[in-house]
């Protein structure tokens, strides 16, 4: 069974520090999806990043980063300058492509709050 | 716009009660889905469905069902049977079945028993 873990459940900042949002994942199959979610206090999801096992390489775009390592399972997501607006809580997500839909497996959330 | 709609964003029920959160999606998405989110947990799928007339259960369906007689829309009822019903719901939807297609939510619709 796959599963998500995100040991942080809260975090606090203040503006213009940088935060890294931790995931670790598990799952026995070498073809999977990794994705990261925001979910502001409006509670809409909004999509961030999908990423595939076979594609190692981080990320970037804009004040955003991504960390992917298989060697540690692990997929870890950066806020550079975090601004108040980036108060969210912020869901690691896995998918197996095992010719099922229904294989998106969430973490618990990492509520971040951002002071001024 | 392009987007999923859920409706009633906030909803009161009495124990004993069925009741219907409406969802409905205009991004021609193949694909839909329904999910429950406790506090400080992530979401947990009901039910999804990948094609008009099909769905299928995920991992905490009892007490809810839903139907898909149209692409755009996908209700769930939540049934008397659902012992704890009070929680918030997600609906989502994707271009189709597989699971690297990443899916787009509703605003949800918050559901308490009173």
């Known amino acids: 069974a796959q599963k998500v873990t995100q040991a942080q459940t809260e975090i606090s900042v203040v503006e213009k520090e940088d935060v890294t949002l931790d995931c670790v994942y598990e799952t026995r199959d070498t073809t999977y999806y990794l994705f990261w979610y925001k979910q502001p206090p409006s509670g809409e999801l909004v999509f961030l990043i999908r990423?595939?096992?076979?594609?190692?390489q981080n990320e970037i775009s804009g004040r955003y980063s991504w960390n992917f390592q298989k060697s540690t399972s692990s997929f870890n997501f950066t806020i550079t300058a975090s601004q108040v607006v980036d108060s969210a809580v912020y869901f690691c997500?896995?998918?197996?492509?095992?010719?099922?839909?229904?294989?998106?497996?969430f973490g618990s959330g990492t509520q971040l709050t951002v002071l001024p | 716009d392009g987007g999923i709609t859920q409706s009633p964003k906030y909803l009161f029920r009495k124990e004993g009660q069925n009741v219907t959160l409406s969802c409905e999606q205009n991004l021609n998405h193949d694909a839909m889905y329904w999910y429950r989110q406790d506090p400080g947990q992530g979401l947990r799928l009901i039910y999804y469905s990948q094609i008009v007339n099909d769905f299928q259960k995920g991992d905490i369906a009892e007490g809810y069902s839903v139907s898909r007689e149209k692409k755009e829309s996908f209700p769930l009822t939540v049934t008397s049977a659902q012992k704890n019903p009070t929680a918030f719901y997600l609906c989502?939807?994707?271009?189709?079945?597989?699971?690297?297609?990443?899916?787009?939510f509703g605003p949800g619709t918050r559901l308490t028993v009173l």
């Open positions: 997500a896995l998918s197996e492509p095992t010719g099922s839909a229904r294989q998106l497996t």
């Open positions: 989502a939807s994707s271009r189709g079945g597989a699971t690297y297609n990443e899916q787009f």
């Open positions: 990423r595939n096992s076979f594609d190692e």
